[in-house]
């Protein structure tokens, strides 16, 4: 695991949500201190607190932004390139899809806290989205 992904699973553990954690990994780098970076990231997590898109990915896309913001064409297309690569490594990229229950629901909520999904799973797909971003370059 590297210094990032460890950066970022601590970072989820403390209590941040999981867009808050990759986020704020590599925000100092492209010139986003890490309180705003906190701040721009909250709503995603959980899938914008629908269950849609994995907020670690959304975290990623925002990181990509800010590399290639200026570039809509780059942008678009580094956001494909690693959409795609999450969804190799992890079969989707929509957050109920990731957990197995939809978390938008009290009982799909519950049921994922119950299976200990946020300590886990949640864990892995922000390490991964971290580990993706890594390997593309960011």
Partial sequence: ????????????????????????????KYGLPKIQAFSIACGFGGGVRAGEICGAVSGAVIVIGLKYGADKIACYEKTVEFNNAFKQKNGYIVCRDLLGYDISTEVGMNT????????????????NAVEILEELGY
């Fill in 112 to 127: 994922a806290k119950e299976k200990g999904l946020f300590k886990t799973t949640c864990v892995d797909m922000v390490t």
């Fill in 1 to 28: 695991m590297s210094i990032q992904s460890k950066e970022a699973k601590e970072l989820f553990l403390e209590g941040y949500n999981c867009s808050q954690a990759v986020l704020a990994t590599f925000s100092e």
